[in-house]
């Protein structure tokens, strides 16, 4: 493209309606892009964008700016320097949401091209945006949560995470292998001019520093959840930053506790959170292990104690407590207990027995941090014990029970839980010289023993809550339905007691989930409990509950039965609403189970539900928007083999509700279309794929594919690019498809795009007239006239379809139509046939009214020689005008006998017969032939004896002496 077009470009993208303007702008930067000195050229032209009104435009501008500096470098200085400005001047929030994120997306190859050319301006720009995003995240920190700044803050957040770890030193023990996040800084020459390790250390750390000290009362919730996710990624990355960032957010939970949220929002941070202190937990760090009592003491706060306890062991093996890291001002908060309280375990048999004791004492004034101590502190040797002797039979098959009633016995505590009543006083074990004498029971005994305290476990709920050790029960209970058969009767009444009010018992589900995971890892007996209760909640839950989704996100881990209920949820009517947000969460929160949700879900935008499918190709659309490319690829690759599948005509891979006899319905054709097709209004570079494909479809499948077109096409629209390139580089044999594409794209308005687009490939690539018939009402009318010839033809079908676009939609008229179509050399009888249908067609429209055929007629006759059908269309007229017949006697039939009409012998008898449907009024013309061909009228047998009788008469009539 010259200059000139450039330039042309450039005048029409600054006026127009904005999504046009939007349009011409995009297209003046893919032009621009492939050439540097171009670029060059107009590049200050391109900056005049900066200051239009529109805001849609001024994001183009900053698109536009990303891309030309990821190409070529050398125009990142200007393109900061504009960014900053903007901090400044910019109000649209959509614009500045663009501007960060295009900040994000320049950070790594701007700092790139610092070191490697040495550019201290492009260097002072990106401090300068450091400070212009510092000051936008401290203003919207003050806007008292305001809910709209909400991705403002993500962005800003996200570039000054980038920031810090880029410019400060990785870890030497790392496995982090990421390119992104380690050479920079360690790849910086000693001998740089301004760049050093220690002047970007100094960088980051300012940075960081200015985070972790963002006012915390007035942020949203969101912006919570966003500054945990991304020191989480700092402190992962950086171990060097783990003392500050610990201590922020020992700082962070304490606040937090005072602040007000929405309640709906509160389960969102609280999940947060969690993961906050378990990821940290994984990093294997002397730092973290200085906070690891802390970290475990606020899990279990969320009810996570135990997976924080595990990962807290790991860590403790992993790290060697001479690299324990203790920084005074970063000191963890840990418990101070007394030496008095400092209590250490006893042995595992009275562990066991302590499980039980719990249920009865957490209603009573027993010691409970004891109790806490016995049951989940098993390693050293203890300084309390209960003594025994060791003469004293204490058989491994003794219950919890029996220990709780030593305690209760052992204690000035009055309690109505003792069992003495419902069980033989021979079963209660005694005290003898301190310590424990416990009898053999039966087996029985033994049985009704462990029901009777696990009922009773269960019943203390209330007083648990109460004395705020609903935790400590949860934890019992689970820890003894681990150790119990599969089908106990004691399971079966932890799950009912579960299910009956899950709301308040999601915690000891999931503490039992816990258990039974480490346990007994994520095998069958895992998946069945996990199933029970997933099953048992259909029936429990309302059925757009979100608890349900809740529990599957926060569960350890999700067998494949968690997707065969899923599956029947998406079946439901009632319940695909949460079985899809189910799952949307899933893939984005559950990265181990991503690959089964994407499955069933696209499994679904096949099915034969209308509603269904519907539904699940919305959600997998939405899909698209995470940006997320794998996901992508995976949408995009099973969309694609749902189209290759119809080609093959088989039908079972894809979904078990099509019939296996290798022929599909159209109902089938059209629920496998669907989902591509309107993927390809997310995603329009897919176009092509569908237009391979179309080569191989079966008559019955294309068919479908071009009623379908209607409803998808119009979305796509002629302003899309790549429906632009796919009509300039169709494959062979797609042609019916693009036609039918350039029928719905044509129908309101021709774009100018889509005529260029045309004229690219007619007639140089494809022949076919009907690739022109589209854009007939964007052409000059005498390209219109032109092209009459390619339209009419022997062997065409779309003359009729022509004149109707002609007719109504260019800037011919009627007449000059009329005249065109009759001017045509029409030698082979086929081709009449066609010029003649198209006369008679455009006669029988509406648009011609007496004064277009008039006028037609009129330039008609004044021709040289006279078009051969042209009385034959005057007889048509008289037919459809008849009070026309005036002006085709007097305007028509006289002048031709000036032209000597007898000289052809086909206008001839059209003269003749013209006459004869003329009459009276055209005995005049006739008495004005000369006498022999006068006597050839009445000769020939298009006359009958009357109408000569008729004109003897008119002739002695009007004394007009003719012999014959």
């Not at 320049?106 to 510092?134: P, Q, V």
């Not at 023990?173 to 250390?201: G, K, W």
């Not at 790549?722 to 169709?730: A, H, P, S, T």
């Not at 059209?910 to 009276?920: A, N, R, S, V, W």
Request: aromatic fraction near 8%; glycine fraction near 2%; hydrophobic fraction near 40%.
């Amino acid at each position: 493209m010259d200059g000139s077009e450039i330039e042309e470009l450039f005048r029409r993208a600054f006026e127009g309606n904005v999504e046009e303007r939007k349009n011409l702008l995009n297209e003046i930067v893919d032009v621009l892009i492939e050439d540097q000195e171009t670029l060059s050229h107009f590049f200050p032209k391109l900056l005049s964008f900066q200051s239009d009104s529109s805001n849609l435009i001024r994001i183009q501008l900053i698109i536009a700016l990303e891309a030309i500096s990821k190409i070529y470098p050398i125009y990142l200085e200007t393109s900061w320097n504009y960014f900053n400005k903007s901090f400044s001047t910019e109000e649209d929030k959509s614009v500045l949401n663009q501007l960060l994120l295009s900040c994000c997306n320049l950070l790594r190859i701007s700092l790139e091209f610092i070191k490697n050319h040495s550019n201290e301006k492009l260097w002072k720009e990106l401090k300068g945006g450091r400070e212009n995003i510092e000051k936008w995240l401290k203003s919207i920190a003050s806007l008292s949560r305001d809910a709209s700044n909400n991705l403002l803050f993500s962005f800003g957040f996200k570039w000054m995470e980038l920031f810090i770890v880029h410019l400060s030193l990785p870890e030497r023990e790392s496995n982090d292998n990421s390119e992104n996040l380690q050479n920079f800084l360690t790849s910086i020459p000693p001998q740089h001019p301004f760049l050093s390790a220690s002047t970007c250390q100094k960088e980051s750390e300012s940075s960081l520093q200015f985070l972790l000290s963002i006012s915390l009362s007035s942020l949203s919730s969101s912006n919570l959840i966003v500054m945990m996710n991304s020191t989480i990624l700092m402190a992962k990355h950086r171990h060097s930053f783990l003392p500050q960032i610990l201590a922020w957010f020992s700082s962070l939970f304490k606040k937090t506790q005072s602040i007000s949220f929405p309640s709906a929002l509160v389960p969102s941070i609280n999940h947060s959170m969690k993961q906050f202190v378990l990821q940290m937990l994984r990093i294997k760090s002397g730092a973290v292990l200085g906070w690891s009592d802390h970290l475990v003491d606020i899990a279990s706060m969320l009810g996570e104690g135990d997976k924080a306890n595990s990962l807290y062991k790991q860590l403790k093996n992993s790290v060697d407590p001479s690299k324990r890291i203790q920084i005074d001002s970063f000191e963890p908060p840990l418990k101070k207990m007394k030496e008095s309280q400092q209590i250490q375990p006893i042995n595992p048999a009275t562990v066991e027995w302590a499980k039980g004791v719990t249920s009865i004492l957490i209603n009573s004034q027993f010691n409970l941090e004891l109790l806490v101590d016995l049951i989940f502190q098993s390693v050293n040797d203890s300084n309390i014990q209960l003594q025994s002797d060791s003469s004293l039979e204490i058989p491994s098959h003794i219950l919890p029970t029996a220990a709780a009633n030593y305690f209760l016995q052992s204690t000035d505590v009055q309690s109505n839980h003792s069992i003495n009543e419902r069980i033989p006083s021979s079963s209660i074990p005694t005290i003898q010289n301190g310590g424990i004498k416990v009898p053999r029971l039966n087996s029985q005994e033994r049985e009704m023993l462990f029901r009777l305290t696990f009922e009773e476990i269960l019943k203390a709920e209330d007083g648990a809550k109460t004395g705020g050790k609903l935790n400590l029960r949860n934890q019992i209970l689970s820890n003894l339905a681990v150790n119990l058969e599969l089908d106990h009767p004691n399971n079966r009444r932890l799950l009912n007691h579960v299910l009956e009010e899950f709301e308040t018992r999601k915690g000891l589900a999931l503490d039992w989930l816990f258990k039974e995971m480490i346990k007994h890892d994520e095998g069958e007996r895992y998946s069945i409990i996990f199933t029970r209760i997933l099953r048992g909640l259909k029936d429990q839950l309302d059925a757009k509950d979100h608890l349900f989704c809740v529990f599957l996100l926060e569960s350890p881990s999700l067998p494949n039965s968690a997707f065969e209920v899923l599956h029947e949820y998406l079946v439901d009517h009632n319940r695909i609403g949460l079985a899809l947000s189910t799952l949307t969460e899933i893939i984005f929160q559950r990265p181990n189970y991503r690959s089964n949700a994407v499955s069933i879900l696209l499994s679904f935008t096949v099915h034969s539900d209308d509603e269904i499918r519907n539904k699940s190709i919305n959600v997998a659309i939405d899909l698209m928007d995470a940006e997320d490319q794998l996901l992508n690829e995976e949408i995009q690759e099973f969309a694609q083999k749902s189209i290759t599948e119809l080609n093959d005509n088989s039908s079972n891979e894809m979904s078990d509700d099509i019939p296996k006899d290798n022929s599909l319905s159209e109902r089938d054709i059209k629920r496998k279309l669907q989902f591509y097709l309107t993927l390809c209004i997310k995603n329009q570079s897919l176009l092509k794929g569908l237009a391979d494909a179309y080569i191989q479809m079966s008559n019955p499948v294309k068919r479908v594919l071009h009623e379908l077109s209607n409803s998808i096409v119009p979305k796509i629209g002629s302003d899309s690019l790549q429906m632009q390139q796919l009509i300039k580089e169709f494959p062979k044999k797609s042609e019916p498809l693009i036609l039918v594409f350039l029928k719905i794209l044509t129908e309101k308005n021709v774009s100018p795009a889509i005529v260029s687009a045309v004229k690219s490939v007619y007639p140089k690539k494809v022949s076919d007239p009907r690739f022109l018939l589209y854009i007939l009402p964007a052409l000059d009318k005498e390209e219109i006239i032109k092209s009459l010839s390619k339209f009419i033809n022997p062997t065409g079908k779309s003359h009729l379809e022509a004149m109707h676009r002609i007719l109504y939609d260019s800037n011919v008229s009627p007449s000059e139509l009329m005249v065109a179509l009759h001017q045509m050399e029409a030698k082979e009888s086929d081709l009449l046939l066609k010029v003649i249908e198209s006369i008679e067609y455009c006669m029988k429209q509406d648009i011609y009214k007496p004064e277009n055929m008039g006028a037609a007629l009129q330039q008609m006759v004044a021709m040289n020689p006279i078009p051969k059908l042209f009385l034959r269309t005057v007889i048509q007229t008289r037919s459809r005008f008849p009070k026309m017949v005036g002006f085709i006697v007097s305007n028509l039939l006289s002048p031709l006998v000036a032209k000597q009409v007898w000289t052809d012998e086909d206008l001839w008898k059209g003269f003749i017969k013209c006459c004869t449907l003329t009459t009276p009024d055209s005995f005049a013309v006739l008495a004005s032939l000369p006498p022999a061909r006068l006597e050839s009228v009445f000769q020939s047998n298009l006359t009958e004896e009357s109408f000569k009788d008729q004109f003897k008469s008119y002739c002695k009539s009007n004394g007009i002496k003719i012999s014959f």
